[in-house]
């Protein structure tokens, strides 16, 4: 399955953003689609993720202020962020797998990565 992202760029702390993924190819690898995140110098982390029957898991620091959505039809997945902060900074990385997973070494399915900009 083929994944691009889209929708990030700049915002104040506080302010709000929302990030898209659009998948082609191979809809039976999205049972899970996931979004992750890398800042400078970090690690690769889980954000949040939709499986297909709408169940949801989110990082404990985006909880509250993140909502994930799916569109099984429209095969996408959403990132509503609110309440941006600077440690929000990083790449934004959508990912898919069939099975349920919040570790970045058990996707093989990504999307190019979107930045996500947040200023104090």
């Known amino acids: 399955v083929n994944l691009v992202e889209s929708g990030g760029g700049f915002v104040q702390a506080g302010g709000s953003l929302k990030l898209s993924c659009a998948a082609s190819?191979?809809?039976?690898?999205?049972?899970?689609m996931t979004w992750f995140r890398q800042a400078p110098g970090k690690e690769r982390e889980f954000v949040a993720l939709?499986?297909?029957?709408?169940?949801?898991d989110y990082a404990d620091s985006v909880k509250g202020r993140f909502t994930v959505s799916r569109d099984d039809a429209e095969k996408t997945m959403t990132l509503d962020m609110s309440d941006l902060k600077p440690e929000d900074t990083a790449i934004y990385y959508c990912?898919?797998?069939?099975?349920?997973?919040?570790?970045?070494?058990?996707?093989?399915?990504w999307g190019q990565g979107i930045q996500v900009t947040v200023s104090s």
């Open positions: 990912a898919a797998s069939q099975v349920w997973t919040n570790r970045p070494g058990d996707y093989s399915n």
């Open positions: 190819g191979s809809w039976l690898d999205t049972a899970v």
């Open positions: 939709v499986t297909r029957s709408d169940m949801t």
